[in-house]
């Protein structure tokens, strides 16, 4: 288990990852803003006391506030960061009161506000775009090479062979998307079409319930189909490899550890985990020759679902799922908004379970743990650091885009009733609702602060 980092990291890493992210959100409304001609009396990064700032000559203070868990734009015209409508505008110009917010027509005050969100959701495509088109995408054929030993799938009559084709209706076609369909659903059963001689077959699925953990500890609960898609071929190796030092080479198809059979890589990894330190042979194919290995297997401790140190067996080998293919910019751009519609699709189906009781409300998370996971993110080098940054930012789009007044999905409501109306609801109406959204969102806070201290380990978490 990889060590967490240390305090100063976390924090660092924390305002690295959300301070560019509520600057660029805050920007999107800003500047389509400045676009219909609307004065901005403030931009700050952050909420209550001014740290640090400056006044340009537009007039607009730009500043740095001491409380870093958002920011916001005050157009002229309102009465405070959360935009509620000014009660009077008396006393200023015809040219003074063209450039405040609320005089704008209808689409351009939404405009304004949907830009925030908007801005966050293009930074997460951007960076899926770039990731795409640096590392190509991922081609595996969605074809069942093997079974976990308590396989759902295989107790449900799926078989060695058998093409997935869909999922609960919906098309397959890279073993990638399997668990778009199975990991937020433990325990639920799911409707499995696959292909198996030519002829179409549906089966009904209860997935497993699999508990995860990364390696700082996080753990999670996810749904196991059981299948297994990764042919056990020898892709490359692992450190001081004991099949290589046996004689396996990459492109060999492991056919059997010991005297039992596998056909994929899970099977392999389990027969040679539960042996550490065993003498045994493994055989490869190398083209239609069959090599018998005769080897020792090697030992790694590894932390067990309980978090103690456990022994496993290993032999030091890599089998890769599928081929990569390079992309072209075009199509990263559109592997981006693709990865970033199923990212939101997963965040909409783990709120459901919330609201419904399938998930833990323990499953939320506020500030605290996206301090934690920054620092841990940011451990792990750039890239995976810059990939939870992108997941931050579809986070903040999402969030902000909820009909919640207050918040940016709440003033989007605002302007839809004021469309169906004919007119804006009145100024009373709209501080109530502002004051009970944010009474909302206050609340909200508070209780994932406390979930967070209660999921640390000095809380017994």
């Known amino acids: ?37 609307v004065k901005a009396n403030a931009f700050s990064i952050g909420f209550g006391k001014e740290i640090a700032g400056w006044t340009d000559k537009r007039g607009t203070r730009w500043k740095l506030s001491a409380l870093p868990l958002g920011g916001y734009v005050q157009f002229a015209g309102d009465m405070n960061p959360a935009s509620a409508p000014s009660a009077a505008e008396d006393g200023l110009t015809p040219e003074e009161r063209a450039q405040t917010f609320h005089v704008k027509p209808l689409w351009q005050r939404a405009l304004i506000v949907f830009a925030g969100p908007l801005t966050n959701f293009l930074v997460c495509v951007l960076i899926l775009a770039v990731f795409a088109w640096a590392n190509g995408k991922l081609v595996a054929d969605p074809q069942v090479a093997g079974f ?24 397959i076609e890279s073993a990638m998307d399997v668990a778009q369909h199975t990991d937020f659903f433990p325990g639920k059963t799911v409707k499995v079409t696959v292909l198996r001689e030519g002829q179409q077959t549906t089966l009904p699925v209860t997935l497993a319930s699999e508990e995860v953990s990364d390696e700082f500890g996080n753990k999670a609960t996810l749904g196991d189909l059981g299948v297994d898609f990764i042919a056990p071929i020898v ?25 039992t059979g596998v ?26 020759v069959a090599h018998v290995l005769p080897l020792t297997i090697g030992s790694q401790v590894v932390p067990d679902k309980q978090g103690r140190s456990t022994k496993i067996g290993r032999i030091g080998v890599q089998s890769g799922m599928g081929r990569v293919e390079k992309v072209g910019p075009v199509e990263a751009l559109g592997l981006g908004v693709d990865r970033t519609f199923m990212i939101v699709d997963n965040m909409v189906t783990g709120i459901r379970q919330i609201v419904t009781g399938d998930r833990s409300v323990r499953e939320l998370g506020g500030p605290i743990k996206m301090a934690k996971y920054s620092g ?56 109530w609702a502002i004051r009970t959204g944010v009474a909302f969102v206050l609340a909200l806070m508070l209780f994932v602060t406390v979930n967070d201290l209660a999921s640390l380990p000095i809380f017994g978490g």
Do not use: C
């Open 1 to 37: 288990m990889t060590g967490s980092p240390n305090l100063l990291t976390t924090i660092f890493a924390f305002l690295l990852a959300l301070g560019p992210l509520v600057l660029v959100h805050e920007l999107g409304h800003y500047l389509v803003g400045r676009l219909f001609g």
């Open 148 to 171: 976990a030993e308590h396989s759902a799938a295989q107790a449900a009559g799926v078989q060695v062979g058998d093409r997935i084709t869909a999922i609960n209706g919906v098309r």
């Open 235 to 259: 892709s490359g190796f692992q450190g001081d490899s004991p099949a290589r030092a046996a004689g396996a080479e990459v492109g060999d198809r492991i056919v059997a550890v010991g005297d």
């Open 263 to 288: 056909t994929s890589f899970r099977q392999v990894q389990e027969i040679v985990a539960a042996h550490p330190g065993q003498a045994t042979t493994v055989t490869v194919m190398r083209g239609d």
């Open 376 to 431: 841990e993110q940011f451990s792990l080098g750039w890239g995976a650091f810059v990939f939870f940054a992108a997941m931050i930012s579809i986070n903040l789009a999402f969030i902000n885009l909820l009909p919640i007044p207050g918040l940016d999905g709440g003033h989007l409501a605002f302007y839809a009733a004021e469309m169906v109306r004919r007119k804006p609801l009145d100024v009373r109406s709209q501080e």
